[in-house]
T-cell receptor
Framework: EAGVAQSPRYKIIEKRQSVAFWCNPISGHATLYWYQQILGQGPKLLIQFQNNGVVDDSQLPKDRFSAERLKGVDSTLKIQPAKLEDSAVYLC????????????FGEGSRLTVL | SQQGEEDPQALSIQEGENATMNCSYKTSINNLQWYRQNSGRGLVHLILIRSNEREKHSGRLRVTLDTSKKSSSLLITASRAADTASYFCATDQTGANNLFFGTGTRLTVIP
């Protein structure tokens, strides 16, 4: 079974530039999550999708972050414009059962904002 | 903060020894999960314990849950160098839609 795929693995940009991350969850997983993990900290949820609908985006900085999952499969997370404090690893995860079950994580996309 | 907190923040042991890490949380939960993260990689699910369970085993892993104290512990027996990683607890909190991850314990197993 293929795991959660993410790209790119690494991205370096300057502040005020934009960046997009892509995630393809495990086939059949209806729930998709984007987490932000700052160095030395635990992952923090940014947004959760159930199929193509948003379940929770309360922690998403909507002035600069956006995410979509148009066909209920893969998803894109965008940051525009980026700030220095956005430097982090962006983790995508998927699950069969919303919130109560095991999450399957991708390898993450490491963003460095200069 | 809704996050749990792991203790200790870092732990260094010799191969073959047991490693114990603790997690404390603040609200009522449906279940608590433990994840491992190798350096530069994603998180991998280790074990899930439900709120009505007190202890669970999986291979060399033993997890306990005390809902009255709002705490959990993860024991790794007979540690190996390959166990070197960060370990996170995550709580599925009652009424919430997602998992809340703790701050992690960095485990180093010295060969």
């Amino acid at each position: 079974e293929a795991g959660v795929a993410q790209s790119p693995r690494y991205k370096i940009i300057e502040k005020r530039q934009s960046v997009a991350f892509w995630c393809n969850p495990i086939s059949g997983h209806a729930t998709l999550y984007w987490y932000q993990q700052i160095l030395g900290q635990g992952p923090k949820l940014l947004i959760q999708f159930q199929n193509n609908g948003v379940v929770d985006d309360s922690q998403l900085p909507k002035d600069r972050f956006s995410a979509e999952r148009l066909k209920g499969v893969d998803s894109t997370l965008k940051i525009q414009p980026a700030k220095l404090e956005d430097s982090a690893v962006y983790l995508c995860a998927s699950s069969l059962v919303r919130s109560t079950g095991e999450l399957f994580f991708g390898e993450g996309s490491r963003l460095t904002v200069l | 903060s809704q996050q749990g907190e792991e203790d200790p923040q870092a732990l260094s042991i010799q191969e073959g020894e047991n490693a114990t890490m603790n997690c404390s949380y603040k609200t009522s939960i449906n279940n608590l999960q433990w994840y491992r993260q190798n350096s530069g990689r994603g998180l991998v699910h280790l074990i899930l314990i439900r709120s009505n369970e007190r202890e669970k085993h999986s291979g060399r892993l033993r997890v306990t849950l005390d809902t009255s104290k709002k705490s959990s512990s993860l024991l790794i027996t007979a540690s190996r160098a390959a166990d070197t990683a960060s370990y996170f607890c995550a709580t599925d909190q009652t009424g919430a839609n997602n998992l809340f991850f703790g701050t992690g314990t960095r485990l180093t197993v010295i060969p």
